[in-house]
């Protein structure tokens, strides 16, 4: 008996330490909490700033934005971009910012009054942000930015824009833009019917106002040209220089 009641208390130590050792069900793992998405392709409010190249002249600064309509609706544009000059933390600097051109230079094409420009999806519309380089005084540190911070209008989301070569302002502290103007089609001419290609003279045609205008003033001979060729007074070649 006391055999029996033996075995039996080592029967159930066993069954006791593997219940102990028993790991029992495996919880589900942890679902991957949501993959971070890229920033979408066309921001709020639906147009996208590009800077374009920076042109110098004689201390001056000029520099194209282009704005594309990148969303599926219309946008209207009216008035002026925003701006800001950033450093390269991006931290703001005092600059003064002013609607219009004219303070800096004269812009043809850009120095009227802002107009309401509508962008069909895919359309286009520049602004020029002009400045100097210019120092005036000795003593005081040259203003030189990195970025600019830019907003198709007020109260838009901004859009940081890199210019080739930074913003050098010199020591004039103050930057210009112009409103906003639409860039027609460059594969249409101006009534948008016809590419320009179609519109531009024959070599035979070039080399006859050449001609001309070897034996007649040059007024006279690009009115003959427009009367002969019927070509629009928007073409380069044929511009009075």
């Known amino acids: 008996m006391t055999r029996v009641a033996g075995i039996v208390a080592v029967s159930t130590a066993l069954v006791l330490l593997a219940g102990c050792t028993d790991e029992g069900p495996k919880p589900n793992p942890t679902p991957p909490g949501p993959t971070a998405t890229a920033s979408p392709a066309c921001p709020s409010p639906g147009v996208t700033l590009t800077a374009g190249q920076v042109d110098v002249a004689m201390?001056?600064?000029?520099?194209?934005?282009?704005?594309?309509?990148?969303?599926?609706q219309p946008y209207t544009a009216n008035g002026y971009p925003t701006l800001q000059v950033l450093d390269a933390d991006r931290?703001?600097?005092?600059?003064?910012?002013?609607?219009?051109?004219?303070?800096?230079?004269?812009?043809?094409?850009?120095?009227?009054?802002?107009?309401?420009?509508?962008?069909?999806?895919?359309?286009?519309?520049?602004?020029?942000?002009?400045?100097?380089?210019?120092?005036?005084?000795?003593?005081?540190?040259?203003?030189?930015?990195?970025?600019?911070?830019?907003?198709?209008?007020?109260?838009?989301?901004?859009?940081?824009?890199?210019?080739?070569?930074?913003?050098?302002?010199g020591t004039t502290g103050t930057?210009?833009?112009?409103?906003?103007?639409?860039?027609?089609?460059?594969?249409?001419?101006?009534?948008?019917?016809?590419?320009v290609a179609a519109r531009w003279p024959s070599t035979r045609a070039s080399r006859y106002c050449m001609?001309?205008?070897?034996?007649?003033?040059?007024?006279?001979s690009r009115a003959c040209c427009f009367r002969r060729y019927s070509l629009g007074s928007g073409h380069a070649g044929l511009r009075a220089r």
């Open 59 to 72: 201390g001056l600064r000029a520099m194209r934005v282009e704005m594309v309509n990148c969303g599926s």
């Open 91 to 169: 931290r703001h600097l005092d600059v003064a910012v002013v609607q219009g051109t004219a303070r800096i230079s004269r812009i043809t094409g850009f120095d009227g009054p802002p107009q309401p420009v509508t962008l069909a999806p895919g359309a286009r519309a520049s602004a020029v942000v002009v400045w100097r380089n210019t120092v005036t005084d000795a003593n005081v540190p040259a203003t030189t930015g990195t970025h600019l911070a830019m907003a198709p209008a007020a109260g838009q989301p901004v859009q940081v824009l890199s210019p080739a070569g930074g913003v050098d302002l």
């Open 175 to 195: 930057i210009a833009t112009s409103p906003w103007v639409p860039r027609p089609d460059p594969f249409r001419g101006q009534g948008g019917d016809r590419p």
């Open 211 to 220: 001609r001309l205008r070897r034996f007649f003033d040059r007024r006279r």
